[in-house]
């Protein structure tokens, strides 16, 4: 599975001020529901029920939030990069500022533990966090995202 796959360019935003994981999660359901034509609320409830059974704070810097929505055909990503750091409950305990969102299929199964998995060990590459740290635009951290995942594929 390539992030290809996953992502769109208008599906990523480079510079994002929020103050809480609250807020970061409505910023990526705002943007899921403009690519995906879905209710934002209904994708912010289902990123905040997944975060109540734990945080998807990854350590590093980086979050994996996701969820699971009826009316998805497929898989789908959105990345963010905050501003500024946010406390995000992370394994770490240190903030997060990198955040790259799963929505899937509500019968992905599988599908949907190969793409966290995917995405995980993506982000997990120091130099590409700090790569994506540095990046002034979407359209250059979409094309980082995507050339590091096809070079990298699952």
Known sequence: MFL??????RAINASVSV??????????ADIAARQLGLDASD???????????GSTGVGMGVAVPHAALPGL??????FIRLEEPIDY???DDMPVDLIFALLAPENAGTEHLRA???????????DLRE???AIENSDAIYALLTGIADSNAA
């Open 116 to 126: 966290l998995a995917k995405v995980s060990r993506v982000l997990r590459q120091k």
């Open 43 to 53: 994708i912010h409830q289902a990123l905040t029920e997944r975060e109540r059974l």
């Open 73 to 78: 055909d497929r898989m789908y990503g959105v």
């Open 19 to 28: 103050n809480s994981k609250r807020q970061a999660l409505q910023v990526v």
């Open 131 to 133: 790569q994506l740290r």
């Open 4 to 9: 290809t796959s996953l992502l769109d360019r």
């Open 89 to 91: 409950e992370a394994i």
